[in-house]
C-alpha cells in the first residue's frame, strides 16, 4: 500500500467535503477556500459527511493525484468545531489517521477480514 512519508506537509481540510468532487473541484477548494497552492509540495486532505470516505490530492511533477480510501465499517476519527478552515499535520499523523487512530485518543478501527466482495 502506498503511504505517505513521515515529513511530508499535510493539510486537512476541516469541513465535509462532498466526495463527488474530483481534481477540479478539489484543488479550486484549496486555491480558494483555503488560500493555498494546491501543486506545492503538500498533501490536501478532504473527508466526507458520514465520515466514512477520505480523499487525498497532491501535485507530483506533472500531475495531480487523487488517492481515495471508503471505510467499509467504522468512521474516521475528523476535526470537530475548530476556528479555521484547516488544520496542518505531518505525514505520520495522516498515517495514523489512515490507520484508524483517533490522533487524541489512539484508538484504531477494528480489522476487518472477508472472503469476497459480493
Known amino acids: 500500500m502506498l503511504r505517505p512519508a513521515d515529513h511530508i506537509q499535510v493539510y486537512l481540510y476541516a469541513d465535509c467535503v462532498d466526495m463527488r468532487k474530483s481534481i477540479d473541484g478539489l484543488s479550486s477548494l484549496v486555491e480558494q477556500e483555503l488560500d493555498l497552492n494546491p501543486m506545492s509540495n503538500a498533501l490536501f486532505v478532504f473527508c466526507n459527511r458520514r465520515r466514512d470516505k477520505i480523499k487525498l490530492l497532491y501535485w507530483e ?5 487523487l ?3 471508503r471505510l467499509e465499517k467504522q ?6 468545531q475548530i476556528e479555521s478552515d484547516c488544520i496542518e499535520l505531518d505525514g505520520y499523523q495522516l498515517n495514523l489517521l489512515l ?3 483517533d490522533i487524541f485518543n489512539n484508538k484504531p478501527h477494528q480489522t476487518l477480514h472477508f472472503q469476497s466482495v459480493s
Open 67 to 69: 488517492w481515495y480510501k
Open 75 to 80: 468512521r474516521f476519527k475528523w476535526l470537530s
Open 99 to 101: 490507520d484508524g487512530l
Open 61 to 65: 511533477r506533472n500531475g495531480f493525484v
